[in-house]
């Protein structure tokens, strides 16, 4: 599972960020050796090196003296240029961009730079030069002008701070763009302690809006561990640095944000919420809308009917062509949403459908749609679902008039309608909203690791075992990212996608022939490429992979353990999974699947209706509870 990966990520490359703070608050002036100094200082010196190494044959240790340089301005530049950050260090040497906030805009192309791919070159004996060259004139001077203007006040810094630590966890600390293992961590602490110098210039130049003591205390704390820590990749207690420094440093930090009133308009803000008080929190970001056309309505008591009302039409087949199919027919509440059958029938009832049917279990925490990404939002999933003429074979006005043919449904959809600003006629978007919103409820619950990671419970050594394995030997994290476990990362505004060489079937006889993402976009990296779906709740879901090929967890790691398609033997150019076998031990096999179920989610048990509502049609009171098929 290591990241080489083909991305789709939604980022906004802002020059001018305008972050807002509160009114009549008076903005202090910079002082001589200010904060503002300090980054000009270092990023004028990584240039200067980028600029002498350039002129020679570059070496890997050089590269190497160069990337402990860069990270000494990470903290600002990931943040103020994400897009120009691409060319400074990019892990891809093609990405496939979808914006979320112009999200019917299609997939474009950005060409990375920088100083992984000038690594991986030099492993490969390629030439490094260009990768290198494209780096120097990646920030030109009135960019780096501009991000040290904004640096006079002090408004973005608690917004920095937050991406900082939300990669200290996920990017920093596993090799996500670092190729070389044996560097991750000596990187890694070079950057915790550089940090320190940008925490103290800051706090000089603003002090009335300084770091307060418990998070000098705990970043103090933090520090100790990680000079205490082998630089040895494979040793690193990755349970221990997020648990009892990372995720109390970011509870702190937006503490801050709250207590300043600081709001931002950095597009890399988008999705993260403020009031998340930990990073294993749910409400820690928003990838899709649960209400839909509902967002605007805050009432309980009218949100507790649309939920009633989208249980009853979850479970209700009125909406298939032929008034025997519902939501639940694949979607059964009972294995986590999902269906335990590697495809489901089509409508016709004869003929398997194409793909696994995916959990809908924390589905709100993707930003694209389907195992090919083909939606943006859950609303636009739900429509085609039912008017798929392989799945439920709907046609929304006769679904519409059937619908309202039943009085208590009629009822409560024209008390909804008249809530809904803007929509007071009832519409098909009525009935899916309230279908989502019902079923996305579903998805607030904590697991027993994120309770751990919170401190409110204790879990086994083997969990814990499991989860370094994961963030650490296996490389798993490098594609299925904290907190949801999914290929949402940091800042929290993208779905990635993966190619991994599934077979058709678990005897490996052949490749699977589904394109994937490549239907989407058609082009050569997305070949056969699929959304990384998020692991939570996994020992219910399967059978796992988009076709339902693998039964158990076993055989999914060992898919993995063995370096994925091509590891058993299939010739995939594209490929994104390391091809390099794991060497996993049973019992680390055995500590990774504990990790695995520790993030079973405290679901409680969900009741299936006792009825549904009768029709004027009389033909259509025969209808079953949840379908037929």
């Known amino acids: 599972m290591r990241k080489i990966i083909v991305l789709v990520s939604i980022i906004t490359s802002i020059f001018f960020i305008n972050v807002s703070f509160k009114k009549n608050t008076k903005v202090e002036k910079i002082q001589p050796n200010s904060y503002s100094e300090l980054y000009l200082n270092e990023i004028e010196n990584y240039s200067n090196k980028l600029k002498e190494y350039s002129s020679n044959e570059i070496s890997k240790d050089e590269i190497h003296l160069l990337r402990i340089e860069l990270k000494n301005i990470d903290f600002w530049l990931r943040y103020f240029e994400p897009i120009a950050y691409k060319k400074l260090n990019g892990p891809l040497p093609v990405e496939w961009e979808t914006e979320v906030f112009e999200k019917y805009e299609k997939p474009y192309k950005r060409i990375g730079a920088g100083l992984t791919l000038a690594e991986n070159a030099i492993d490969e004996n390629n030439n490094p030069d260009s990768l290198i060259n494209e780096s120097i004139n990646t920030l030109p001077k009135y960019q ?42 000596p990187e890694l602490k ?19 809006y300084e770091l307060p003591s418990k998070y000098w205390n705990k970043y103090e704390s933090m520090i100790e561990f ?12 990755h349970y221990t640095f997020i648990k009892n420094y990372v995720n109390p440093l970011f509870e702190i930090n937006q503490n801050c944000i709250q207590k300043f009133g600081l709001t931002s308009k950095n597009m890399l803000d988008y999705s993260l919420n403020n009031n998340a008080s930990t990073i294993f929190s749910k409400q820690l970001y928003r990838a899709q809308s649960s209400k839909g056309i509902y967002s605007r309505i ?84 739900a429509k085609d679902v039912i008017t798929n003429h392989e799945e439920m074979n709907g046609k929304e006005d006769e679904i519409l008039k059937k619908i309202l ?36 409820s579903f998805s607030n619950y904590q697991s027993p690791f994120d309770d751990a990671m919170n401190n409110k419970i204790d879990v086994s050594l083997n969990v814990q075992k499991g989860f370094n394995l994961f963030m650490g030997k296996t490389a798993c994290a490098t594609c299925h990212f904290i907190p949801q476990f999914n290929g949402v990362k940091p800042p929290y505004t993208g779905s990635e996608f993966e190619v991994l060489g599934v077979p058709e079937t678990n005897k490996y006889e052949k490749l699977d022939n589904d394109k994937g993402r490549g239907i989407i976009n058609p082009v050569s990296e997305m070949l056969n490429a699929f959304r ?98």
Do not use: W
């Not at 040290?148 to 701070?161: A, E, K, P, V």
């Not at 990680?226 to 207690?237: C, H, L, N």
């Open 532 to 629: 990384t779906n998020t692991i939570r709740n996994s020992s219910i879901t399967g059978p796992y992979m988009h076709n339902g090929c693998f039964n158990t967890l076993e055989e999914v790691i060992d898919f993995y353990n063995e370096g994925g398609g091509n590891g058993k033997g299939f010739t995939i150019d594209n490929q994104t999974l390391s091809s390099e076998k794991l060497n996993l031990k049973n019992s680390e096999i055995e500590d990774l699947i504990a990790f695995i179920k520790s993030l079973d989610e405290n679901v409680p048990k969900i009741t299936i209706p006792t009825y549904l509502p009768k029709s004027s049609n009389s033909k259509l009171n025969n209808r079953i509870i949840g379908g037929t098929y």
């Open 298 to 381: 805050n009432d309980p008591e009218l949100l507790n009917q649309i939920k009633e009302l989208g249980k009853l039409l979850f479970y209700d087949p009125i909406l298939s062509g032929n008034n025997e199919r519902s939501c639940a027919s694949c979607h059964n509440p009972t294995t986590g949403f999902t269906k335990p059958i590697d495809k489901d029938l089509k409508f016709d009832k004869i003929h398997q459908l194409d793909r696994n049917t995916p959990s809908l279990l924390n589905s709100n925490f993707q930003q694209l749609i389907m195992h090919d990404g083909k939606h943006q939002n859950l609303n636009q999933q």
């Open 226 to 237: 990680i000079e205490q820590s082998s630089d040895k990749f494979s040793d690193f207690d």
């Open 405 to 440: 043919s039943c009085k208590e449904y009629k009822k409560t959809l024209k008390i909804i309608a008249n809530k809904t600003p803007g929509y007071t006629k009832i519409t098909f978007e009525h009935i899916t909203s309230a279908i989502v919103f019902y079923y996305t």
């Open 190 to 208: 070079s950057m915790i302690k550089h940090s320190k110098k940008i925490y103290m210039t800051f706090d000089e130049s603003f002090p009335s």
């Open 144 to 185: 780096i002008d501009s991000i040290q203007q904004l640096l006079t006040s002090f408004h973005h810094f608690y917004f920095c701070n937050r991406l900082y630590l939300l990669n200290l966890a996920t990017i920093y600390s596993t090799g996500f763009e670092c190729p070389d293992t044996n560097r991750i961590i």
